[in-house]
C-alpha cells in the first residue's frame, strides 16, 4: 500500500508522500474561494461546496456558514437537511459520515487525525486517522470536540464545550471533558424547548416543511 492508500485504511502513514500534500494544498486553494465568496454568492458557493469540495452532500435544507475548514474535503459525507454554523473545522484524514438532520454550533471541531503517543514514534512522521460518525438528528453545541474513532448515536444531543473521547449510544444527553452521559431523551422533552420552559405553540413536533 502506498501511504495514500494507508491513510483511507485508518493504519500510520506519512502525509507527505504519495501525493497527499497535493491533495490537501488543492483543497486549500478550494477552500479559500470558498470561505471568500460574497454573501450576494450564497447559492454558488454553497454549489461549489457541494460538488468542488465534499465528497457527498445531502439535499434539503444544506447551509455551512463560512469560514469553514478542512484537509481533504472529499472523505467528508453529509446527510440531508444539514447546519453547521462558523468556524467548523474537520480534519478529515479519516472519513467524517454525518447523517441526516444534523445541526453544528459555532466553533465544531471533529478530528479523525492523530499522533502516537510516545516521542520516538511521534517524530518519525508517522501520523494516523480514524472514522468519526455522526447519527441522525444529532445536536452538537458550541465549541464541541469530537476525537478520533467516535460514533456518535442518533438523536443524541453533545453539550457546549464537550470532548468526546468515546462513542455516545442514540437518544443521549453527553456534556463534559471527557463527555459523559448525563441522561437519556424521553418523550416528555418533546413539549420543552430550553430546560424548564414549555413550547407556547402548537405545531413544535411537526417537521419543518421547507418550500
Known amino acids: 500500500m502506498n501511504m495514500k492508500e494507508r491513510m483511507a485504511a485508518n493504519l500510520p502513514y ?24 460574497s454573501p450576494d454568492q450564497e447559492e454558488e458557493s454553497l454549489k461549489y461546496l457541494k460538488e468542488e469540495i465534499l465528497g457527498k452532500a445531502g439535499s ?16 467528508i459525507e453529509i446527510g440531508d437537511n444539514f447546519f453547521a454554523n462558523y468556524n467548523f473545522v474537520v480534519l478529515d484524514v479519516g472519513k467524517v459520515k454525518i447523517g441526516n438532520n444534523v445541526q453544528i454550533a459555532p466553533n ?8 502516537p503517543v510516545h516521542p520516538d514514534s511521534r517524530n518519525s512522521g508517522y501520523e494516523y486517522g480514524i472514522d468519526i460518525t455522526i447519527g441522525d438528528n444529532v445536536w452538537l453545541g458550541g465549541g464541541v470536540i469530537v476525537l478520533p474513532g467516535v460514533t456518535i448515536g442518533d438523536n443524541a444531543v453533545i453539550g457546549a464545550g464537550a470532548v468526546v473521547t468515546k462513542d ?5 444527553i453527553a456534556a463534559g471533558n471527557p463527555a459523559k452521559v448525563i441522561r437519556y431523551i424521553t418523550e ?24
Open 14 to 37: 506519512k502525509a507527505w508522500m504519495d501525493g497527499l500534500a497535493e491533495d490537501r494544498n488543492e483543497c486549500r486553494k478550494k477552500i479559500y474561494k470558498f470561505n471568500n465568496m
Open 188 to 211: 416528555e422533552d418533546r413539549d420543552y424547548y430550553y430546560k424548564d420552559r414549555k413550547f407556547d405553540v402548537d405545531d413544535y413536533s411537526e417537521p419543518l416543511k421547507l418550500i
Open 168 to 172: 455516545i449510544p442514540a437518544n443521549a
Open 108 to 115: 465544531v471541531g471533529l478530528y479523525t487525525a492523530g499522533h
Open 60 to 75: 434539503g435544507f444544506f447551509i455551512i456558514e463560512k469560514p469553514f475548514h478542512c484537509d481533504y474535503g472529499y472523505n
